[in-house]
């Protein structure tokens, strides 16, 4: 059974750094998509980055482009999300997700696993 497990959430103050994981187990996902989306209270699941495979190829959100780095380590089946520089606005609940597929997207639908969400909570 496919299982994505969300850490490192946590409160901080704006301008501070958070560091989420996300460690996969249930299968090899070595040559899968994985991503990171967000939902804030009152809105629609967001795209926030995503990763190929091999992490050669990186895409980011407007929304927090220069800000947030997604790493992975095929070799412990995890995904990471460096946030720095954090706004008020980021505030969300945040989910790790993969794609079965090679080519990186952004749209949600595209996505066949997902966590249970990890809260990050930014205070002005």
């Known amino acids: 059974q496919v299982q994505l497990v969300e850490s490192g959430g946590g409160l901080v103050q704006a301008g501070g750094s958070l560091r989420l994981s996300c460690a996969a187990s249930?299968?090899?996902?070595?040559?899968?998509?994985m991503g990171w989306f967000r939902q804030a209270p009152g809105k629609e699941r967001e795209f926030v980055a995503a990763?190929?495979?091999?992490?050669?190829?990186?895409v980011y959100a407007d929304s927090v482009k220069g800000r947030c780095t997604i790493s992975r380590d095929n070799a412990k089946n995890t995904v990471y999300l460096q946030m720095n520089s954090l706004k008020p606005e980021d505030t969300a609940v945040y989910y790790c997700?993969?794609?079965?597929?090679?080519?990186?997207?952004?749209?949600?639908?595209?996505?066949?696993?997902w966590g249970q969400g990890t809260q990050v909570t930014v205070s002005s």
């Open positions: 997700a993969v794609d079965l597929r090679i080519v990186v997207r952004t749209s949600l639908d595209e996505y066949d696993y």
């Open positions: 249930g299968r090899t996902f070595s040559r899968d998509t």
């Open positions: 990763i190929n495979w091999t992490g050669s190829k990186t």
